[in-house]
């Protein structure tokens, strides 16, 4: 049995709601709103939507879709520019998966470091408990405990203060943040954190300031404690060279075939194969975001997000639905053989701890004579490739690919 949280209920129908709900609040509002922490009991100034978005229970494309038809592109256009960042993220991190490596590379030594150094053990200790010596980083982490979610502005003051004041390693900030967020995602996380340590724009960091912290949460958060007085990029090795994108796989939709669905899209209603059914389909669990343990709010959103998936792909195409679970390559095979298929079809899963399990999986697959194949989306397919330098050369395509999408007709 999953304790989901109220706030935040891991289905398609519970995001689809969120969205129609926040509608209204999509255009001025939110660009006139959205930098302001109100607080956990207060989110009526942002969509709340990333849990949802980040698994694909709702997709970016409904979410552009709804907000244009509703406001138009130009009153919404810092709502459509957030949520494009989440592609753009993406996009990059995909071209240069190399940078995921050296994070989790990065986590790797930052986490042998703690066993050498008890200075740092403890401050990291300290911090990721609550006790870190200043308020409202002890505020967030218990906030980011306890519910899973963080506003972004927050996320950001957290991340320079976890850097710059109390000189931790970005690396475990990162880690710390995706087991506990329930949006936690390797893109958006590792690239935001390394952003704020002047790793990801080259010499640009963020420094938190108090005076910031207290205007944008109304005074609710005074911070008394010194902060970093200056915040010197962080070093780390240069970004590596784009790497095209693979081309996208096609299957044979004469063959029968299986369906994993991993956490990474869920909303299985909209994808190219939806038109035909598969044998079965299965749910698969990464379980790898982190060498240390995840918080129960991500946890149980995922497992709850993928359950809700199974049930709707369930009656979506009319056949039973297992859980892999922890989704060894063992399992799978077993699963797919006993199905007698020779191709499996999966959402594509993008770079992050569900491709590391996949790509063993299909080597094991292989081995077996099965084919595994990445459905990728054509929203993917558009933007994606225009994620090779700063967002502010890939917003200038957005509109021609939305165009192409079909989610917009001109110019409004
Ligand atoms: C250090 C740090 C770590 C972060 N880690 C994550 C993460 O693990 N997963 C994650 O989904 N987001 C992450 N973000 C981005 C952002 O904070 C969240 O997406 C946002 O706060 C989610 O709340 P919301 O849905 O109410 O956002 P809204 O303000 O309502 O924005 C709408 C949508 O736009 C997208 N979006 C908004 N801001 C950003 C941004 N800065 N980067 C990318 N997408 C954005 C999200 O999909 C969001 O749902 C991080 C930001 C920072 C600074």
């Known amino acids: 049995m999953i304790a989901t949280d109220p706030l ?4 398609r129908c519970a995001g689809l709601a969120r969205l129609a ?17 109100f607080g956990p009991a207060d989110r009526s100034n942002v969509s709340g939507l990333s849990p949802y978005l980040r698994h ?69 200790e300290a911090t990721t408990t609550g006790h870190s010596g200043i308020e409202c980083v002890d505020l967030w982490t218990r906030e980011l405990v306890e519910h899973g979610y ?45 952003w704020v340590a002047g790793l990801q724009t080259k010499g640009k960091t963020y420094r938190a300031s108090p005076e910031n912290i207290a205007r944008f949460t109304e005074g609710r958060i005074q911070p008394r404690e010194a902060f970093a007085s200056h915040a010197e990029p962080v070093e780390g090795s240069p970004i590596p060279p784009i790497r095209p994108l693979p081309a996208a796989e096609r299957f044979d939709p004469r063959q029968p075939f299986a369906l994993p669905l991993t956490e990474e899209d869920l909303a299985i209603e909209a994808l190219e194969i939806s038109a035909k059914s598969p044998v079965e389909v299965a749910g698969m669990l990464a379980n790898d975001r982190s060498e240390l343990w995840a918080g129960a709010p991500a946890r149980d959103f995922v497992r709850g997000a993928l359950g809700d998936a199974l049930e709707r792909a369930g009656s979506w195409f009319g056949v039973p639905g297992v859980n892999l679970d922890r989704a060894a390559g063992e399992a799978i095979v077993a699963w797919a053989t006993g199905l007698n298929v020779k191709q499996v079809i999966t959402p594509f899963t993008p770079v992050g701890p569900a491709r590391e399990q996949l790509n063993r999986n299909e080597a094991m697959l292989k081995k077996a004579g099965i084919r595994l194949i990445q459905v990728r989306r054509g929203w993917d397919d558009e933007l994606w490739p225009h994620a090779t330098a700063g967002y502010f050369g890939f917003k200038k395509n957005l509109e021609p690919s939305l165009a192409r999408l079909g989610v917009f007709a001109g110019s409004r």
């Not at 935040?8 to 289905?11: I, M």
């Not at 709900?21 to 922490?37: H, I, K, S, V, W």
């Not at 710390?176 to 390394?194: E, K, M, Q, V, Y």
């Open 8 to 11: 935040w209920v891991p289905t």
């Open 21 to 37: 709900d926040f509608l209204p609040r999509a255009g001025r509002d939110y660009a006139d709103r959205r930098n302001f922490d």
């Open 56 to 124: 694909r229970l709702v997709t970016e494309q409904e979410v552009v879709q709804a907000v244009i038809e509703r406001h138009g592109v130009r009153v919404a256009e810092k709502f459509l520019a957030e949520t494009c960042w989440r592609t753009y993220w993406k996009g990059w991190l995909e071209q240069r998966p190399g940078v995921w490596s050296s994070y989790r590379s990065e986590v790797r030594a930052g986490l042998d470091s703690l066993d050498h150094d008890s200075s740092l053990r403890d401050r990291f």
């Open 150 to 194: 963080l506003h972004n502005h927050a996320r950001m003051w957290f991340a320079s203060l976890w850097i710059f004041t109390l000189k931790l390693p970005w690396a475990l900030g990162a880690d710390f943040f995706l087991r506990h967020l329930i949006d936690g995602d390797p893109a958006s996380n590792t690239l935001s954190w390394r």
